[in-house]
């Protein structure tokens, strides 16, 4: 290559690194720089670390050289499996697994039905309107561990509690009844407690679409005879199908990653135990942080699944009409 040749070449190639579509796209690199750097620091290197730490033998003792840890392949992955506590052992004890399951899926239904009630009730015109928007956002703003405490205070099994102290008045019940600790029981008030705290996000989210709703729709369907039931059934659920089919993919995901609910009110007895807590107790009770995090996997694995059946089957069809 001659010398000409050479300075054609970069004459080319310095015109192109100063030209204004090279700006502008170094430009972008640049800003979304220090974002890229915390998505990777805060979420793709724990994912990745997690991964690595599941096929690893990591105790307690092994934290100050954990990139030392002994490779144990699916070991942890079969300690998991094999665990009392993960696996169903009686009608009664379903195992973190199939908790895991039942509760996402009932506690995401029942947010989403209370939410659509609440956004049907806030849709309409009258007095205090504002009052009662910001009593419906109660739950959802309020601190967790507030909440929490307030549901333990109301169901606490001494005759003190709130609900035993009514109960009894009433002479409903002779003797106190702890509610948080009868399987069965337990887990149905953590459902409940799940509903009426999220409910304010699907009531949000529905009700933005309420109000975009052409209301010349219920106008022609008024003229055509149609009543409150079928203007709902036929217009409403049509034109929030795709708002509702967003809003189970999300509570669900938040649903089945869920720690803290169920830890502050039950720390995960009584037939709760879903597979965040067991990861929980694998890692800092057991300090088996090997099998805490094939836990986490196992856990990440049956929501991806899920994730990928739902957006096959219902998102598809949702698109196609």
Known sequence: MNNSTMTSFKRHWMGRWNSLPSQEARLAWLLILPTGLIVFGLVLFPVIFSVWISFRD??????NNVF???????????????DFAFKP????NWGAALTSIFYSFTSTILTIVIGLIASLLLNQPFR????????????????????????RWILDPTPSGVLNDLLMRTDLI?????????P???????????????????MLMILARLQAIDNTLYEAAEVDGANSWQKFLYITIPELRYVLGALFLLRLMWTFNKFDDIYLLTGGGFGTKVLPVLTYEFSFRLHDFGRGSASAMILLIILVVFILIYSRTVMRDSEEN
């Open 89 to 92: 052992q009686t009608w009664r």
């Open 174 to 182: 002779q003797l106190p009844k702890a509610y948080l600790a009868a």
């Open 128 to 151: 205090g309107h504002g009052l009662a928007r910001a009593l419906f956002l109660f739950p959802y703003i309020a601190p967790v561990v507030s909440v929490a405490f307030v549901w």
């Open 184 to 202: 069965g029981l337990a887990l149905l008030l953590v459902i409940v407690f799940q509903g009426w705290r999220y409910f304010p996000f699907a």
């Open 58 to 63: 990591v105790g307690l003792t092994d934290l």
């Open 68 to 82: 030392q840890a002994r490779f144990v392949g699916l070991v942890n992955y079969v300690k998991v499996f094999n």
